[in-house]
């Protein structure tokens, strides 16, 4: 069965840092986390790794997020540094079995999510 699993939320004070992981039951072209403020509101973009090692940031986490793939133990790692307020949500992993489709920070473009992991940033 194929299952995304996060884990690493919290809660923290701006300015702090929180490390998010997603374990994948196996390979994935592209894989990505997102974000969603409230239930069923509209997933957010916030950086992807794709099978050509190429990393895509949303502006607003740039400089500040750093993802990366291990391959030998299919995780996903989403390093989030200088915490704001504005970046609290629930994180979400995604990963597409495609190597082509809508660019990277578009929803559809992912068949599998994770059950998301909630990340709290308090001034």
């Known amino acids: 069965q194929v299952r995304l699993v996060e884990s690493g939320g919290g809660s923290v004070e701006a300015g702090g840092s929180l490390r998010l992981t997603c374990t994948a039951s196996?390979?994935?072209?592209?894989i990505a986390w997102f974000r969603q403020r409230a239930p069923g509101g509209e997933r957010e973009g916030v950086a992807?790794?794709?099978?050509?090692?190429?990393?895509f940031y949303d502006d607003s986490v740039r400089g500040r997020f750093t993802i990366s793939w291990d391959n030998t133990e299919n995780k996903l790692t989403l390093q989030m540094s200088g915490l704001k307020p504005e970046d609290t949500d629930i994180y979400y992993c995604?990963?597409?079995?495609?190597?082509?489709?809508?660019?990277?920070?578009?929803?559809?473009?992912?068949?599998?999510w994770g059950q998301g992991t909630r990340v709290t940033v308090s001034t």
């Open positions: 995604a990963a597409s079995s495609a190597s082509t489709g809508p660019p990277w920070y578009r929803p559809a473009r992912y068949n599998i």
């Open positions: 196996g390979y994935f072209p592209l």
């Open positions: 992807a790794f794709d099978e050509r090692d190429n990393r």
